[in-house]
């Protein structure tokens, strides 16, 4: 091994950009070593596949391509299996870490728990990047292979969109971890969240633009609070430029703001980064770390 | 009929104009000049046309030519190279009077832009107008058929001021112009292409691009409308209040305007609807009270309706159509009803053949090419949508999927199916031979290997080093 391979002592000071790099690395690390790495990748990529060969083989081979089932297939994969990955993945890692008492020996070094959080932060969110690629560039391939002629720029969106949306429930994870004494409620939260978004949220609001009447700008204003509906609509935006599929409430939405949609969406999801980890770091600050 | 006459009367108010009601031009030339019977100046073409006897072939020589013209002579004018009619920014420009005449390979530009005053490149006003291989740009009425029957518009290039729609005037226009011929136009950028009252028009090969309608037709019967290409269009192919129509062969992809219908049929009686490929629209085929009269079922063979929002969308009213061998290929919603209601009163097979859907979930045992389940479409969530068309918003959420698990698992509130198809196909039809499908497959390959590439590569990254725990933190190193 060469000399230059070991790391010189350093005696300057510990800057916070190389402490996170450090942790981040570590992470990335031990999750692409760790199992449900392995699991989440294989399960997404095998489901994804799923959906891009029965979609493909709905149209008959026919090589008429446009926005249809396989995208919103592969849309609504990604909205159920994304948030539930990045959930747990996040759910577990600090606490996990302050069960084992790992927490108190990072903290013990020289590096403050906002460097910690983001390191963990950086290092989990490019596990389930590379996780993501993965899965869509098998079902990109799949569909290739099966002669459909979908434009690629819209599996790129939707990979993009899908890191995003995945950086903004790690957020969530990890603020949940933050608060929870333990792991197992932390990811029995994480799985609660989950389920609240995906599922609750929604009915709650097809329920109640039903029964109060809501006007679409309130319904579609409402929907951006949601980061799945919001991931949703811009890969539609994305895809398609126009968001009249999703009937008048998407028209409004591309009459009203057209190409400043965007920004709109760009703006809620950064929220969602932004505002959980923000929350997390505080807590970490405050609390213990045993 | 009521409608008839109000609209009738609306026209004849618009301006159905008699010819004299020209505005002067503006450019008087010197006294002592020929003059029309009107006693409007003649320019240069217009000296060469008082000149001709009928039957001549006037044939005009290259240049710029700033002149209105009116044909009121049986003649043929020819243009040879590049010959220019600019109308200056106002008013018509070309006025055909008599019967038998041909304008042809001309381009002519630069109408006025008054709705009010109709202003066109070329109106005819008498029958067996000639107009072909002319160029029109920049015009707000293209080419005005008024009570010219058997004429021929052919060849020609018509393309609109990019005007707001509503201040826009009609590519092409027909009325009370029976048994024409509108074939192998390019009409964009305008309103509409409309037939008023005229029979038995035969319109092929035309494209219409960025328009309101591709084709309107109002009142007009046994037209024929054939391998045609309307493409972003707010409304492709609208047939209203017509009978006896042929829709055969055409290309309706991505009209998604306000209406956004590939094909809309209101009230139109006796027509076939064959081989069209229409994909990418909000609606595919739009049906209202369409067949009107009970004397024949509307017919819909061969056609391959795509990725549209909403392949056929029914109003409660429509009754008495047919469909067979069509492909219903990947519609987000393959048939729709708008309100409440069944689609009781219209069939989706017939005898032994259904048609195609690329959502059917059946299997075929005996290999007879036909499924050996009724096709059946009742989803819960379908049927919000056509109640509810604001939940549309959450469309390809899991909540639809929620909702749609809620309708199978509890019969309770499980919705009628909406239509059945007895004898599904387990093959799509060949698609018609208007589907030339553009390439650029190629890409999604590459993308897909370049995504893996990146998520092996962040893997080889972190993986095959060896943790060394003693560098978690380079500045713990005293």
Not at chain 1, 4 to 16: K, T
Not at chain 2, 29 to 34: K, N, T, V
Not at chain 2, 109 to 118: F, K, P, V, Y
Not at chain 2, 209 to 237: K, P, Q, W
């Amino acid at each position: 091994m060469k000399a230059a391979a070991y790391p010189v002592p350093a005696l300057r000071a510990p800057s916070a950009v190389s402490n996170t790099l450090t942790i981040a690395g570590r992470e990335l690390r031990d999750a692409v070593r760790s199992r449900w790495f392995v699991l989440y990748t294989l399960a997404f990529a095998a489901l994804g596949l799923g959906v891009s060969f029965v979609s493909a083989a709905g149209s008959g081979g026919t090589g008429l391509s446009g926005f249809g089932r396989t995208t919103a297939g592969l849309i609504n994969l990604t909205l159920l299996f994304v948030p539930l990955m990045a959930l747990t993945a996040g759910a577990g890692s600090i606490a996990s870490d302050r069960e084992r008492g790992m927490l108190a020996y990072v903290f013990a070094q020289p590096t403050s728990p906002v460097e910690t959080l983001l390191g963990k932060y950086l290092g989990l969110g490019a596990a389930l990047a590379a996780c993501l690629a993965l899965g869509l560039g098998a079902c990109a391939g799949a569909l290739a292979a099966r002669g459909l002629r979908t434009d690629p720029s819209s599996i790129l969106w939707l990979a993009g969109l899908s890191v995003l949306l995945a950086m903004g429930m790690l957020s969530v994870g990890l603020l949940i971890s933050a608060l929870a004494r333990r792991t197992s409620v932390a990811v029995g939260t994480a799985i609660f969240v989950w389920l609240a978004l995906v599922f609750v949220s929604d009915l709650a609001l097809m329920a109640g633009a039903v029964a109060l009447r809501l006007r679409i700008e309130d319904l579609f204003a409402i929907a951006l609070l949601n980061p799945l509906q919001v991931f949703k609509m811009w890969s539609l935006h994305a895809a398609d430029a126009s968001l009249d599929v999703l009937g008048p409430a998407g028209l409004y939405a591309s009459e009203e703001f057209g190409a400043r949609l965007h920004p709109i969406f760009g703006a809620s999801l950064a929220a969602w980064i932004v505002a959980p980890l923000t929350l997390a770091a505080l807590a970490l600050s405050r609390r213990s770390p045993l | 009929m009521n409608r008839v006459a109000i609209i009738l009367t609306a026209l004849g108010a618009m301006g159905m104009g008699e010819p004299g009601a020209h505005p002067a031009p503006q450019h008087e030339e010197p006294a002592a000049i020929e003059t029309t019977a009107q006693g409007v100046a003649l320019g240069a073409i217009g000296r060469r046309i008082a000149a001709a006897s009928p039957g001549d072939v006037v044939e005009i020589g290259e240049g710029v030519y700033r002149e209105r013209i009116r044909i009121d002579r049986p003649v043929t004018l020819i243009a040879r190279g590049r010959v220019v009619i600019d109308g200056g920014g106002s008013g018509d420009i070309v006025e055909i009077a008599a019967p038998d005449v041909t304008v042809r390979g001309f381009i002519i530009r630069n109408t006025g832009a008054d709705l009010d005053g109709e202003n066109a490149a070329i109106r005819a006003l008498a029958p067996r107008a000639t107009i072909e291989n002319n160029v029109l740009d920049d015009v707000l009425f293209g080419v005005d058929l008024r009570q010219s029957p058997d004429s021929r518009v052919a060849g020609n290039r018509i393309g609109g001021k990019r005007l707001d729609v509503a201040r826009r005037g009609d590519g092409l226009r027909l009325w009370r112009s029976d048994r024409a011929v509108v074939e192998d136009n390019v009409i964009h950028d305008g309103r509409d292409a409309i037939l008023w009252y005229s029979k038995d028009v035969v319109v092929r090969r035309n494209v219409g691009r960025n328009c309101r309608y591709g084709l309107h037709l109002m009142f007009s019967d046994g037209v024929a409308i054939t391998d045609n290409e309307f493409t972003d269009n707010s409304v492709g192919v609208y047939l209203m209040y017509s009978a006896g129509v042929e829709v055969a062969g055409n290309r309706l992809i991505r009209n998604r305007g306000p209406s956004g219908y590939g094909l809309g049929l209101k009230e139109t009686d006796r027509f076939a609807v064959r081989d069209n490929l229409i994909v990418g629209n909000r609606a595919g085929i739009y049906v209202d009270g369409s067949p009107f009269t009970p004397d024949r079922p509307g017919e819909f063979t061969g056609n391959t309706l795509a990725h549209n929002d909403v392949g056929v969308v029914f109003l409660p009213s429509a009754r008495g159509n047919v469909f067979t061998a069509n492909n219903f290929i990947d519609n987000v919603e393959q048939v729709s009803v708008a309100g409440r209601g069944a689609l009781d009163a219209n069939r989706f097979w017939d005898g032994e053949v259904g048609n195609f859907w690329s959502d059917y979930t059946g299997y075929d045992q005996n290999g007879d090419g036909v499924g050996d389940f009724v096709h059946e479409s009742y989803t819960l969530f379908e049927n919000l949508l056509d109640r509810e068309p604001a939940l549309r918003l959450f469309l390809f959420s899991p909540a639809q999927q929620a909702v749609e698990f809620v309708g199978r698992a509890i019969p309770a509130v499980r919705p009628e199916p909406k239509f059945c198809d007895e004898v599904p196909l387990m093959r799509p039809q060949p698609l018609p031979a208007c589907a030339v499908v553009e390439g650029g497959g190629g890409g999604l390959g590459l993308t897909g290997a370049a995504l893996l590439a990146a998520g092996a590569g962040v893997i080889a990254c972190a993986a095959p080093r060896r943790s060394r725990p003693g560098r978690i933190l380079k500045g713990a190193t005293p």
